[in-house]
T-cell receptor
Framework: ETGVTQTPRHLVMGMTNKKSLKCEQHLGHNAMYWYKQSAKKPLELMFV???????ENNSVPSRFSPECPNSSHLFLHLHTLQPEDSALYLC????????????FGPGTRLTVL | QKEVEQNSGPLSVPEGAIASLNCTYS??????FFWYRQYSGKSPELIMF????GDKEDGRFTAQLNKASQYVSLLIRDSQPSDSATYLC?????????????FGSGTRLSIRP
């Protein structure tokens, strides 16, 4: 595997379900990010992990819960979501000591029924 | 005022011509500037980054930065139909924590044969 991978690529869930999105980076980076991209809206930063520590939480509802067990893996745990949470969820990684170029995974297309 | 502003387009350019995409930003202390290309249904792909005033060329792409005017642009020479995509400008603001970057809402580019 190379770059940034995300699983699953597509997810359909009901409002009462609990699911998790997984991201893995194979670039040796030390910062990871979750973004949300809704139709016709700009990318919204959700969470930033720097050296496995959460350093940014952009007023995201508590029904989204991130977890970063090590510098290569990032999870987004989902529970009791709303239909308006349907979007493309993107993971990215970067190297802090450098130009901070962020590299994105392919995303998870989430649909909440 | 939005932190990163782009014209949403669509910008229509004939094949073989130069496409010019523009972006302005509000934080005068911003240090790093990025251009991402995003095809419909796909994740953003980093195509250029620039840190210093002036021009930076990479193949058919040229990024131009003018910090005094708080303006960054992307030129695409010899435009091809495969260049049709949404182009996202992103800026790393001076006040941000960790490695946060702010994205514009993107400009949709269409190359007509």
């Amino acid at each position: 595997e190379t770059g940034v991978t995300q699983t699953p690529r597509h997810l359909v869930m009901g409002m009462t379900n609990k699911k998790s999105l997984k991201c893995e980076q194979h670039l040796g980076h030390n910062a990871m990010y979750w973004y949300k991209q809704s139709a016709k809206k700009p990318l919204e930063l959700m969470f930033v992990y720097s050296l496995e520590e959460r350093v940014e939480n952009n007023s995201v509802p508590s029904r989204f819960s991130p977890e970063c067990p090590n510098s290569s893996h990032l999870f987004l745990h989902l529970h009791t979501l709303q239909p308006e949470d349907s979007a493309l969820y993107l993971c990215a990684s970067s190297q802090l000591q450098g130009g901070n170029e962020q590299f994105f995974g392919p995303g998870t297309r989430l649909t909440v029924l | 005022q939005k932190e990163v502003e782009q014209n949403s387009g669509p910008l229509s350019v004939p094949e073989g011509a130069i496409a010019s995409l523009n972006c302005t930003y509000s934080d005068r202390g911003s240090q790093s500037f990025f251009w991402y290309r995003q095809y419909s249904g796909k994740s953003p792909e980093l195509i250029m980054f620039i840190y210093s005033n002036g021009d930076k060329e990479d193949g058919r792409f040229t990024a131009q930065l003018n910090k005094a005017s708080q303006y960054v642009s992307l030129l695409i020479r010899d435009s091809q139909p495969s260049d049709s995509a949404t182009y996202l400008c992103a800026v790393s603001p001076a006040h941000s924590s960790a490695s946060k970057i702010i994205f514009g809402s993107g400009t949709r580019l269409s190359i007509r044969p």
